[in-house]
Structure formats: structure tokens, C-alpha cells
């Protein structure tokens, strides 16, 4: 009979429209899945790991379709009527639930493995982005699809088998379904998953459980690949070992087990739990009254004014009364709340290095949009779907229909409805965000910045239900409806990608960017927001109208006549569509033109091709300028002004000259050059060339002036760097005006960017730069703001006036190594101190004072040190301007005498408790370093600059920081960095340079680079260091244009092996190590314990088993603490076993406590003393 | 006055359930007859305004109903074959809910009427319990509640009886008797003897092709004198479909008794017996050629 039921239901399924649609779906979907696999710049697109993946990706999308299966298979009788046959028949429950899972299970894996074929057709085009495609190998597919998607599937299968089984109830899947993806953000925040924002990495025991704690593999998977460098990543294939195995065998056995749970508790009875059966209230005969009761007086109804208004309030109540007596909303908002909550305790609780942000509105909404990017869609296409059945599977939609209420109640109600239910969960997440403060010790004085939830996740999905709406009225089936709901989403982006139309904006549902800067009192985007959220109601209107006119109603599908409310949704959607396509297309191509994400590409590469040459043409170099900046914030407009003199540091006179001003919104600086015509005009490059009228001798002077406009739209992404804003504007101006010669900063940095060019590979730095000669720049800038801001820049103010409204600041700065400045506007209060003779002053928002006091500090405490260590300071003043959080892409930048603080990377910490790691003095301590190295020491253009300059900043950090803090907040800070240069190695193109030789990656600058630097200090000791700084830097100074190996003479110069071979290994070559203690037993009766160790050394990718190593260890007490001076050993490389002897009360052994050698692992480098 | 002028409909599958349909139906109760499939719900659907005819044209007092379904809304009462509730709904809540939906908007309008009606199908005492939870019959008498709410001055019934103990049938047949005086009532009904005590006016349907209309008297008396019985041996039923016009069969007394329709008497042992609607029922089928089960 089994067989025979298994036979029935993958026949029945096999004949369902839901089944072959979502066939075709979940192939498409694949095959979308496929064209679009990424695992990582320069990872092969169809690279193993990319597949693997692919795959999670594919479960995940999977689980919209598992709800809807499993609510087709299990709760199938329930919906026709037919429980009352099935039930009553001979079959015992067993093989009847059991017929039913095999059945569906079978299908799913057919599905799925037809969505891997997709996958796998898809990855043979080519690939999206320019990356590249690897050999063609199924064996991945295979073993990703074994090994990841399938166990996932089954994982959410199990769990939404079981609901429907102990429920019977529809919404309760889906419910269920919406878990799952929680479930899915739930472990990426708990486990730290590195696809997650703001991913951070974990310690190794923490690494443990959350390979198995998470149940979609995901963590694992990325653990498996964590040390992979490129070239395994797209050669090797994932295997099913370790961590990956031991996940995967955890979550099976417990989806084996929620099986036996439907087993266990299904029956066939009304409710599958005892007690949940429904009660009928019958009447009986006798209590039938007789006649004697006048007429029903009839009641006249009344159509007029306000009838659709009062029809549509008692549908919606109605609904909503339906929907709030549910316990599936029940569960949904507990899952909400704990989800919410989760969020908001991971992300604003652990910040880089753990440090907690202050719980601040701004804050939060931006941690609490990222939740509905998830579910939002999901509950709207299941509850939309859900009310648009409501009366039909109820049967009760022919008593509706036939009522005189207008289609567009019917419609209007679901509109609400969805409006309802989407206002309910933003306000669960504005009561978690407002409990959140309240827990925290914030008060609640910002509660007003939690209505951008509502406006920026509520009406994008508000607008997006819409579309659901319509799909649902015009597919027959409930199923197939939410299945297209959910296509809506995945088919509109694919096709979006599939074309290359890059705008977010053009997805169906399209979420502004919430984040909420304090310092400007709002968004960024501002106005722009507002116009694409009316194209997208404007969208939402127009769907609406097709759906009125053919609003289904019985079988009824067509409304003849006039409709008022169609014509006037219709008139209301054009309108609204073409005023903000006219007003997107003024304000984006006329006003202020901004070139989206492809056409600034190819740009940059037409740029690269055509002006390339220029940067070995020589050109004169900026000696001084006065700038003028108008701001006008509300405008978010500004005109700016420059007069400068340039000089000719060649020893060859210069009869052209060629000026670069990368275009800003369409326009490009009027440059006017005394005594010289211009010869050449690119407008669409902002390349112009001079001839002069008379050559420029070397040491010449020449002028020129120029005049440029600002206009700031808010469309497209948030540019860092550059934006003015009603409340606070950041312009980092120096790099938009003209400047000399080629912009190379504009060039295209990506591999894949480049190869779709077909633009070489970027050109590693030179090994050294052409020396040349360069001035000190001198500055002055007059910038004007409306008088209730100010204006912070470089240098000293010199003058402060008003006039007209307007405050006017006048800043001097006689010498800057380069023609490189920024300023800030806004609202700011100040703090000022003396350190030496140097003023210093922090200036932020009124409302950010929490860490001005450390950043004070952290200056005093820098300043002092550099000052008495290296070199004088030449300026009279130092301060720290607080910028906008939408420059949060880097957390501070250093100018000649002026630091821009990112406020909420810094200002916005949560640094009150002392336990903490201080992420402010340190960063300021940072900062503080550039003013030496890269400031007032500028290194030549070429291989390892950054090393002369984050390098040495990394020491200089480090240094001030260990001065107040004790050696275990170091010992964070460097094991952080060693993961973080462990796990972005792991995606280098090239043969990984060494820090003297670096170009531009950040994890050799500045992880690395603090790793090299604390040995440096831990070998020679600060004192030294910085003895051989103070040297360096006398000798090498601005204007000189030191190397690495400059730097690195001074450093090793005099010193003895194994010093000295030791930093030539960790500056000059790329070693790393593998250290492990896998045994410590203590020989018995006696101090000795017999050590097993392994250690392996590779040098550039190669193991070199001959050198040994000089490791150092030391004893562990009981409670972790050192126990005597750190011991040394001379071990040869791989296995070894050697007897060290230790204090008596010694639990554990310690290698390399000091951190001395590079490793990805330190797990294994404690081990507990077994006693035998 | 509801004139209904040949009305077609097919669904997608092929099925035609209504063929060329013509009926002009003024106050009063006009029964609809036919057997399962005849296509009276699809006629009913039709007029409500719930799917669309193919061809043909329905007016309410002169205007189309078909181009302007809002018009027969405004003024309709309706109550479908077989309907569901919302669930957790309680029974005046929802009656509250299809009030408003149908124009009655004053509030304390609304709570007479609705009062009214719970009285009059005897629900007061369930009025705060969910109309999901009521039996069949209970559920059935809250249909004719609601289909009365407003003023409707069309009701179109679709077996209202059916789930109701003889005794609210009866409830419910005065109460169709009370207000169908002013107002037009379409009843459809298998039953027979529901349309003899009821309608004013009738039509049988069958195969979607209305076979006769016209008063249930005189639609008898069409049959005066033409009707015959005897009993017969219940093997030999098929040989006497063969030989003569069956009308329908019954055992009565356990004795298989068969009524033939002729204009004189069909053989020795026929014996002439008074007609009756349903004999004028089985009489139309009979025209259409459409098979006829056995009548209980």
C-alpha cells in the first residue's frame, strides 16, 4: 500500500500546474543562479567554491517554494474538502503521512536537481561582471549540490513538514517558511557569517560552534575556504569533512527527528493536536421558535457619498480582526521580536573589535532595514496572497461579490490590508529599536528618526504588495500566484542583471539607503528618495488600474463602463510616473548629470586609453592657491573659485601644459591660463592643454584660475568623499579640481573591470620612482556657509566674519607637502587644549560629545610622542573634525593639520565601558601618525610606499597605544588584523607582493603591516625603533621622496642575524607559519613534559623544510596566566618532539605567546598538560 | 420586473450552461426546476452579476444588468447553492459586515435590522458565536439572513432549503410568502413541492434550455386527463419505457407504481389519476429527451 500511496502522490503532483510551473521556475532561477555566480574578486565564476555558493543561494531561494509544496502536499485535503474520504479510509497514518513525504521529498530533489542543471547551463555563459570562467566541471555541481543545497532543502522541508502536519494550517507554513529565512539571518548575524555586513571574524572556539550552529552551511563552507588562496579557490573542490560533515550530519539527524515529531503527533482527527478541534454550535428543533414575529423591516441602503469609504473601513477591520485573531501572526511577531532584538544586540552591540555603538536611532533604523530586506517581501507575498483567497476559500466570495460594494473596495481593502500588516511589523521593530535605548540607558529624545522605517521600508513594501495584489487577481491559482509573487522579485533583478541596467532603483521593490546622519539631520539622498518612491507608487497606481478593470469577482473578470476609480488611479499613476521620470531625468541628465555604474566605467577606461600617456609628460606642479567655496546646503549647491601659481620643478622648460579635472555632474572647472591659449578641450574627459605663450623656464611661475560649479542630486550611491548636504557637507575638494598632468586615481582598479574593458591588468607600482623636484604647496581657502554653519579646514583661521546671512572663514596654510585638501561644513561645537604650543581642538556635533574627551587625549598622548620620538611638529595647531557617517567607508582621514572623524565610526562608539577595547584613541593615535608619515614624509609613487605610510602609522598607533593600555588590548588588536590578512590574501589575483614592495592592498598595509611592525618593536624594542624613525625621517623628509628599502636600510641597519633575518623575512619576503602544539605530557614525578610540535613555514607558497625556528613558549597556570619568563627552543620545521620542563603548578603549555610569527590559526597553539 | 432574453453561456471546458435562455419574471416567486447540471446556479450566477453571459442580455426594469452589473447589486439579496463564512466571525459581526457592504450604513438602522433577522431565523442566542462553528442548518438560516439585509428587491435563492428540518423550511417558505409581495424572488429548487406551494410562476431547465414556464397550475393543467398509472413488476420497467411515455416511477407500498403520460389510456390495467407538478416537470424533460432518475 506504501508504494502505492508514493505511486498516487508523485503521479498527483506530477499533474499539478504549481508543480511544473515551479519546475520551470526553480530551472530558470537556476539557470539566473548560474550567469550570476560570484565567489570573490578574481575567484572563477564557475569556480567550485562560487558553486558551493550558488548553492546556498539556490537552498535559500528554495524555501518560498517549499512552503508552497508543502502546503500543496500535506494540507491538500483540507483545502478541497477531501479529509473527511481520506480519513476515513483503511489507510493507517503512517503510510499515509509517510506516502505524502516521500512523495514530496522526491519532487523537491527532482526540482532542485533540475534547478543545478540550470545552474549549471547558466555558468556556461559568459559570465556577468567580466569574470572569469574556469573549466567546465560537474563533479562540482555534484558535490555542491550533495553536500550544501540538497541537506539545506531537506533541512527546511522537514521543519515545514512538520508544521503542516501538527497545524493544518496554511498561514502556519508560511509562517514557517518565513522562519526559515530568519532562521538564515539569525545564524549569518550569531556566527559572525562573513556575507553578512559588518561581518567580524571570530575566535577559534567560536569558529567551532558556529560551523555547526549554523544551519544552512554557510559559515562552514566559507571556514572550509578561509585560508584557500586563489588558485585552490578556483581549482579545488569543496569537501565533505570536518566542520562541513559535522554540520551537515547535525542538521540532518535533527530534520530526521522534527520528522519523527509529524509522526509522533499526527493523526487523523479534526486538529492534529488533541483539544484544537473546532466546535459546533447546533441549535436544536425544539428551540426553533414559532412564527409571530412581525415582517424584517427592510432598511433603505444608501450608495451615496461615503458608502465606498464606509465599506472599505468595515472590509478592512474585518480582515484585519481575521488576521490579529490568528496565531500564525502570533508567532510571527515573536519571531520578529527576537529577530529584531537579535540584530540589534549583534550589530549595534559588536562593533569593530567588539566595541558597541551608542544606542542611537540613527543607528538602529539602519541595523533594523536590513531585516525586512529578507522577510519583508516574503510575509507581503504570503499574507497578500492569503487575503486576496480569503473569501473564496471561504466560500463566501459569491455572498461579497454580489454585494453593491465597488471593485475598488475589494481592492483598496487588500491595499490596506497590506498596509495594515506592514505598519504592524515596522512598529515591532520600532518598539524593539525604542526597548533597545531604553535598555541601553539612551533616552528616547530621537524617537522621531524611527518614522524613515516607515517611509523607507514601509512604502517600498507597500508599493511592492501592489504588484502582488495584481498578480494574485490575474493567476487562477493561489500557489501560482505567490510562486509569480516570489518570480517578481528574483526575475525583475535577474533581468536587470541579464541587461546590465545597473539602478537598484528599477527593481520592483526598491529600498532607499535609511542611513540617517545626525550631523546633516537626515538622509543622503533627500529629494531624490522622495521622486523614486513616487515613480514607484506611480508604478503601483498603474498596476492597479488593469487589475480594477479586470478585478476578479465570481468568475466575473471584466468591468464595463466608466470606472471612476480606475480613471483615477490611472490619471494619478501617470501623473505621478512621468513627473518623477521628468523630474529623475531633469535632475540626473540636466541639472546635475551623473553617469551610472557602467557608463563610469567606461569612462575610466576611455579615459585611461586616451590620457594614459600623459603621466610620463612632464608638467608643471601647484605652488600656491586661493580657493573661494560658496556652499548653499538647502541647495545642495556650491560655486567654487581658485587662483593658483604653478612652477616649472623640471629642469626642461614646458611649453604645453595639461590640465585634469574629472567631470562633476556634467560639468567641468572653467580654466583660464595667463599667457597661454588653449589648445585642446576634451569635455567629456575635463582634459584640457595650454600652449604657452612662452615656455616656462625651470622654477618659472605661471597662474591660472578657474571657476566650477557644484550641484548634488542624491541619485546613485553615496560618494564618500564629496557631497553637500543640508545639514553637514564633507568635500574632498583637491581631487575634483584641475590638477596637472594624468589623474591616475581615476583608472580602473578591478581585474574584472579592466579585462571587460579590455584594458591589461593594472601595472604594478614601479620599483622606484623618477625622482623629481617638489614644492610646498601653500594654501588659502574663503569658504561661506549660511551663518547657522561653519566651515573647517586646513590651516589657521585666520579671519571669521558674517555678511548677508552668510559666515565666512578664512583659513591659511603656508606649507603642504602636496595640492591635496579637504573641508567640512555643519553645525559643530568645539573643545580646545594646548599641547606644547599646539592647539588642539576637536569639533563636533552638539550632540556628540561622548568621545571628544579621548580623542583629546589620544591626540596629547600622540602628539607628545611623535613630537619627543621623531620629529617636531611644524604647525601650530592640530584638529579633529567630526564628517557625516556616509563617509563611513573609512573610519578617519589625516591632512596637514586637520583630521576628518567619521561620526559614526568614531563619535557614536559606545566607549564607556573600561574593559573595552578603545577603538578611539587608537584610531586617533592613527591618525595622528599621518602627520609624520605621509604628511610631512610623502614617499615616492612606487612599490611599498604605504608601507612608509599606514605601515609606519601602524607603529606609530600601536606605540602611543601601548603607553596606557595593557598588553592584552594589543594582543586583540594583532590577532584581528592576522585573521583579517589571513582571510583577504585569500582573494589575491597575483602573487602576493612583500610590504616593501605592496602596492594598494589594504590587508598587507595595514593588517600585516602591524603585525610586521609590533616584531619590529617586539626584536629591537621602541626605543630603538624609534631612534632609527627619527633618523629616517630627518634624512627623508618632504621634499625628499623616500622607498621602502630607504626605510628599511635605516631599520636593519647594523643589526645581526636572526634580527635581522627575521624582519628581512616579514618585510622583504612573504612567510608564513603554522604552528601547532598537539600533545603535552608531563613525564611522571617529574617537572618535564614531553611537547609534540608541528611547524610549518612557507615561503611564497612553497614549504621550506629546512630553516629552523627559534620559538618561544612559556607555562600556563590554572586560570590562564603566565607562570615564569617566556623559555626559547630551536625547532626544526614539521614534526618534533621535545622535552621542556616547567614549574610545578603549570596546567597548559603556550607557543609563540608574543605573537612573533605570522599564522592563520592560533588555536591550536595552547594545549593542556595531560598528567599520565 | 427581471426580462432575461436568450441568455448563452459555455465554460472554458465546453460545457454550454445556458442555451438561448428567455424568461420575463415580474413580483412574486418564479421557480426555477431542473435536475442537477440543468443550469440553474449558472443562470442564478449570471443574474447576480458573479460571470458574464456569452451572449444575450439581462434587464431589471428596463436597464441592462450585464453592461451595469452594479444595478442589480444595489437592489439584490442573495443566496448561493452553497457558501462558507470567514472563520472566527461571529454571526453578528458578520451579518454587521455584509450590511454594510450592502448600503446600510445607519447605524442603528443597521443594528434593528440585524436584530430583526437573528429573530427571525432564529439565531439570537448564537448571535456572539462564530458563524464557522454553526451546524448546517444554522449556518443555512444565517444565508437567508443576510441575503435579506438592505432592501433587496431581488432575491434570487439557490436551494435554500436544503439542510433545513422540516420545520424551518416551513419558517422559511412564510417568510419568502411575506415579503415576496412586493419584490421578486427567484427560487431555485429541485424540489417540486417547494415551487407548487410557492411560485406564482415556474420554469423547468434542463441541458441549459428552459423546457417549459408558465403558473404551476396551469403547467398541470396542460396534463388534465393525460396521466395514467399502474403498477407494474419491476423487471418489466424497461419494456414499458419502451412501450409507452414514462413520466416517472415510485414504489409505493412496496410496489413499483409508474405514471404515463398519454393522450389516452395506454392498455388494460392504466387507470387515470389527477396530474401534478411534477408530473408536468417530468412531462418537460421528457420533451427534451433528458434521462429522469427515479423520483422519492
Known amino acids: ?1172 | 420586473m427581471l426580462s432575461i432574453t436568450n441568455l448563452c453561456k459555455t465554460y472554458p471546458n465546453g460545457v454550454r450552461a445556458l442555451d438561448g435562455v428567455t424568461l420575463d419574471i415580474g413580483t412574486g416567486i418564479f421557480g426555477l426546476l431542473g435536475p442537477n447540471g440543468a443550469g440553474k446556479s449558472s443562470l442564478m450566477r449570471t443574474i447576480a452579476a458573479l460571470q458574464e453571459p456569452d451572449q444575450g442580455t439581462i434587464l431589471w426594469e428596463g436597464a441592462d444588468i450585464v453592461r451595469y452589473p452594479h444595478l442589480v447589486r444595489e437592489i439584490l439579496g442573495y443566496l448561493p447553492q452553497d457558501f462558507g463564512v470567514y472563520p472566527r466571525i461571529s454571526a453578528e459581526a458578520l451579518l454587521d459586515h455584509l450590511a454594510v457592504l450592502k448600503g446600510v450604513r445607519d447605524k442603528k438602522a443597521r443594528r434593528r435590522q440585524i436584530d430583526a433577522l437573528l429573530e427571525r431565523t432564529n439565531l439570537t442566542q448564537h448571535r456572539r458565536h462564530a458563524v464557522a462553528q454553526f451546524s448546517g442548518g444554522m449556518r443555512q438560516r444565517f444565508g437567508i439572513a443576510q441575503a435579506l439585509l438592505g432592501e433587496p428587491r431581488l432575491m434570487i435563492v439557490d436551494e435554500p432549503t436544503a439542510g433545513l428540518d422540516p420545520e424551518e423550511r416551513n419558517r422559511f417558505h412564510n417568510l419568502l410568502g411575506e415579503i415576496a409581495a412586493d419584490i421578486t424572488i427567484l427560487l431555485s429548487t429541485h424540489i417540486v413541492e417547494d415551487v407548487q406551494n410557492l411560485c406564482g410562476k415556474a420554469a423547468v431547465l434542463a441541458g441549459g434550455r428552459i423546457l417549459t414556464e408558465g403558473r404551476p397550475d396551469h403547467l398541470v393543467a396542460q396534463l388534465k386527463g393525460r396521466v395514467w398509472r399502474r403498477t407494474v413488476e419491476s423487471g418489466s420497467l424497461a419494456t414499458w419505457r419502451e412501450r409507452v411515455t414514462v413520466l416517472s416511477d415510485r414504489l409505493e407500498a412496496g410496489r413499483r407504481t409508474i405514471r404515463v403520460l398519454a393522450d389516452s389510456s395506454p392498455g388494460a390495467g392504466f387507470e387515470g389519476c389527477d396530474a401534478a407538478l411534477e408530473d408536468a416537470y417530468f412531462a418537460a424533460l421528457q420533451t427534451q429527451g433528458t434521462e429522469v432518475g427515479a423520483c422519492s
Open chain 1, 1 to 1172: 500500500m506504501f508504494l502505492d500511496l508514493v505511486r498516487f502522490e508523485l503521479s498527483y503532483q506530477m499533474r499539478q500546474t504549481l508543480v511544473q510551473v515551479a519546475t520551470l521556475a526553480f530551472f530558470v532561477l537556476g539557470f539566473f543562479l548560474g550567469f550570476s555566480l560570484y565567489g570573490g574578486p578574481d575567484v572563477y565564476a564557475n569556480a567550485p567554491f562560487s558553486i558551493a555558493y550558488g548553492m546556498v543561494l539556490l537552498s535559500l531561494s528554495s524555501f518560498f517554494g517549499l512552503a508552497l509544496f508543502t502546503a500543496n502536499t500535506v494540507l491538500r485535503d483540507r483545502t478541497f474538502g477531501m479529509e473527511p474520504l481520506i480519513h476515513t479510509t483503511s489507510v493507517g497514518f503512517f503510510p499515509f503521512l509517510a506516502g505524502r513525504l516521500v512523495g514530496l521529498v522526491t519532487i523537491v530533489a527532482l526540482v532542485s536537481a533540475l534547478a543545478v542543471v540550470g545552474m549549471a547551463l547558466g555558468s556556461l555563459l559568459p559570465p556577468m561582471g567580466g569574470r572569469e570562467l574556469g573549466p567546465f566541471r560537474p563533479a562540482a555541481y555534484l558535490i555542491g549540490y550533495v553536500a550544501i543545497a540538497l541537506p539545506n532543502i531537506l533541512i527546511g522541508l522537514s521543519l515545514l513538514f512538520c508544521i503542516a502536519a501538527l497545524s493544518r494550517g496554511q498561514i502556519a507554513v508560511y509562517v514557517g517558511g518565513i522562519g526559515l529565512f530568519m532562521a538564515y539571518v539569525f545564524a549569518g548575524v550569531m556566527t559572525n557569517s562573513p556575507i553578512m555586513a559588518q561581518s567580524k571574524p571570530l575566535s577559534a572556539d567560536e569558529t567551532s560552534w558556529a560551523a555547526l550552529l549554523d544551519p544552512f552551511a554557510v559559515f562552514p563552507l566559507f571556514d572550509q575556504v578561509r585560508f584557500w588562496d586563489l588558485t585552490a579557490k578556483n581549482t579545488q573542490l569543496i569537501v565533505l569533512e570536518g566542520d562541513l560533515l559535522a554540520n551537515r550530519l547535525l542538521w540532518m539527524t535533527l530534520a530526521l527527528m522534527l520528522c519523527c515529531l509529524a509522526f509522533r503527533f499526527f493523526r487523523f482527527r479534526e486538529g492534529a493536536l488533541a483539544g484544537t478541534s473546532a466546535r459546533v454550535v447546533t441549535a436544536p428543533s425544539a428551540a426553533v421558535k414559532a412564527d409571530g414575529f412581525g415582517p424584517v423591516a427592510p432598511v433603505k441602503p444608501d450608495f451615496g457619498r461615503g458608502f465606498a469609504w464606509q465599506a472599505l473601513r468595515s472590509k478592512v477591520g474585518l480582515e484585519m480582526r481575521l488576521m490579529l485573531r490568528g496565531v500564525p501572526l502570533v508567532v510571527l511577531s515573536l519571531l520578529c521580536l527576537f529577530m529584531f532584538a537579535m540584530v540589534l544586540s549583534e550589530e549595534m552591540g559588536r562593533g569593530d573589535m567588539g566595541v558597541p555603538f551608542q544606542a542611537r536611532a540613527a543607528l538602529i533604523v539602519a541595523e533594523l532595514q536590513e531585516p525586512f530586506r529578507f522577510i519583508g517581501p516574503l510575509v507581503l507575498v504570503f499574507f497578500v496572497c492569503e487575503w486576496c483567497w480569503l473569501a473564496r476559500e471561504h466560500r463566501i466570495d459569491a455572498v461579497i461579490d454580489s454585494t453593491a460594494v465597488p471593485a475598488v473596495v475589494l481592492w483598496a481593502a487588500r491595499w490596506l490590508g497590506a498596509a495594515c500588516l506592514i505598519s504592524y511589523l515596522v512598529t515591532l521593530a520600532v518598539v524593539v529599536g525604542l526597548g533597545y535605548q531604553l535598555v541601553r540607558g539612551a533616552g528616547l529624545g530621537d524617537a522621531l528618526v524611527y518614522l524613515r522605517l516607515y517611509s523607507l521600508v514601509g512604502f517600498p513594501l507597500w508599493f511592492f504588495a501592489g504588484w502582488v495584489i495584481a498578480l494574485q487577481n490575474f493567476v487562477s491559482n493561489k500557489y501560482l500566484g505567490m510562486l509569480a509573487g516570489g518570480g517578481l522579485l528574483l526575475v525583475g533583478r535577474g533581468l536587470r542583471q541579464l541587461l546590465a541596467i545597473h539602478n537598484p532603483a528599477l527593481d520592483v521593490l526598491f529600498f532607499p539607503n535609511i542611513f540617517y546622519s545626525e550631523m546633516s539631520g537626515g538622509g543622503y539622498a533627500l529629494t531624490a528618495d522622495v521622486w523614486l518612491m513616487a515613480l514607484h507608487l506611480g508604478a503601483a497606481c498603474l498596476v492597479a488600474v488593469p487589475t480594477l478593470l479586470y478585478l476578479r469577482r465570481g468568475a466575473k473578470r471584466k468591468a464595463f463602463g466608466a470606472n471612476r476609480a480606475a480613471a483615477w488611479l490611472g490619471a494619478t499613476g501617470a501623473i505621478l510616473t512621468l513627473t518623477a521620470l521628468l523630474m529623475v531625468f531633469y535632475q540626473t541628465q540636466i541639472e546635475a548629470p551623473f553617469p551610472g555604474p557602467a557608463e563610469r566605467e567606461q569612462w575610466a577606461a576611455d579615459y585611461e586609453r586616451n590620457y594614459r600617456h600623459l603621466a610620463t609628460v612632464p608638467q608643471p606642479a601647484y605652488r600656491r592657491g586661493k580657493v573661494t567655496v560658496d556652499l548653499y546646503p538647502e541647495r545642495r549647491a556650491g560655486i567654487v573659485k581658485g587662483e593658483y601659481s604653478f612652477v616649472n620643478p623640471g629642469s626642461e622648460p614646458l611649453r604645453e601644459i595639461t590640465l585634469s579635472a574629472i567631470p562633476f555632474c556634467g560639468t567641468v572647472p572653467q580654466v583660464q591660463v595667463e599667457r597661454a591659449v588653449r589648445k585642446t578641450y576634451d569635455a567629456r574627459f575635463g582634459v584640457q592643454t595650454f600652449v604657452l605663450d612662452e615656455p616656462l623656464a625651470p622654477g618659472a611661475e605661471g597662474f591660472l584660475n578657474f571657476t566650477m560649479k557644484l550641484q548634488f542630486s542624491g541619485y546613485g550611491p553615496v560618494d564618500g568623499e564629496f557631497y553637500i548636504l543640508p545639514g553637514a557637507s564633507y568635500l574632498e575638494l583637491s581631487k575634483y579640481l584641475p590638477n596637472f598632468g594624468y589623474a591616475a586615481q581615476v583608472a580602473l582598479g578591478g581585474n574584472a573591470a579592466r579585462r571587460r574593458q579590455g584594458l591589461p591588468p593594472k601595472e604594478a607600482w614601479p620599483e622606484r620612482a623618477t625622482e623629481s623636484a617638489r614644492p610646498w604647496f601653500a594654501m588659502e581657502l574663503i569658504a561661506s556657509v549660511p551663518d547657522d554653519q561653519r566651515v573647517l579646514s586646513l590651516g589657521r583661521l585666520a579671519r571669521e566674519w558674517e555678511a548677508d546671512g552668510r559666515r565666512y572663514s578664512h583659513f591659511v596654510q603656508d606649507q603642504i607637502s602636496d595640492h591635496w585638501f579637504a573641508l567640512a561644513a555643519g553645525h559643530y561645537a568645539h573643545q580646545a587644549s594646548e599641547v606644547d604650543g599646539v592647539a588642539v581642538s576637536v569639533w563636533y556635533h552638539p550632540d556628540h560629545e561622548a568621545n571628544v574627551a579621548t580623542m583629546a587625549a589620544a591626540t596629547r598622548d600622540a602628539l607628545t610622542y611623535y613630537r619627543e620620538r621623531w620629529g617636531d611638529y611644524p604647525y601650530d595647531q592640530l584638529r579633529i573634525v567630526e564628517i557625516p557617517g556616509f563617509s563611513r567607508r573609512f573610519g578617519a582621514t589625516s591632512y596637514a593639520t586637520t583630521i576628518f572623524a567619521v561620526e559614526s565610526r568614531l563619535f557614536v562608539l559606545d566607549q564607556r565601558d573600561p574593559e573595552q577595547f578603545d577603538m578611539v584613541y587608537r584610531t586617533i593615535s592613527h591618525e595622528v601618525g599621518h602627520q609624520w608619515w605621509g604628511g610631512l614624509l610623502d614617499p615616492a609613487p612606487a612599490a611599498g610606499a604605504r608601507l612608509l605610510t599606514e605601515g609606519l602609522c601602524e607603529y606609530a598607533e600601536a606605540a602611543v597605544f601601548a603607553q596606557k593600555y595593557p598588553w592584552s588590548q594589543q594582543q586583540r588588536l594583532l590577532d584581528e588584523s592576522t585573521a583579517r590578512y589571513f582571510y583577504m590574501r585569500g582573494y589575491d589575483a597575483k602573487a602576493e607582493p612583500s610590504l616593501a614592495r605592496m602596492g594598494a592592498q589594504i590587508h598587507l598595509a595595514y593588517f600585516k603591516g602591524a603585525h610586521a611592525m609590533h616584531l619590529l618593536a617586539e626584536l629591537l624594542g621602541r626605543d630603538q625603533v624609534d631612534q632609527r624613525l627619527a633618523a629616517f625621517f630627518a634624512q627623508y623628509r618632504f621634499p625628499a621622496q623616500p622607498h621602502a628599502d630607504d626605510l628599511l636600510a635605516v631599520l636593519l641597519d647594523g643589526l645581526e642575524d636572526p634580527v635581522r633575518r627575521r624582519l628581512e623575512e616579514v618585510f622583504s619576503e612573504v612567510v608564513t607559519y603554522d604552528l601547532q602544539l598537539p600533545r603535552a605530557e608531563r613525564e611522571a614525578g617529574t617537572s618535564q613534559v614531553r611537547v609534540s610540535l608541528q611547524t610549518v613555514v612557507s615561503r611564497a607558497g612553497e614549504v621550506d623544510p629546512l630553516t629552523p625556528l627559534t620559538l618561544e613558549w612559556r607555562a600556563l597556570d590554572a586560570d590562564g596566566k603566565p607562570l615564569g619568563a617566556v623559555q626559547q627552543a630551536v625547532v626544526k620545521p614539521g614534526w618534533e618532539e621535545v622535552l621542556w620542563t616547567v614549574p610545578r603548578a603549570a596546567v597548559a603549555l603556550e607557543i609563540d605567546p608574543r605573537r612573533l610569527y605570522l599564522e592563520p590559526d592560533r588555536s591550536d597553539n595552547r594545549r593542556l598538560i595531560v598528567v599520565p
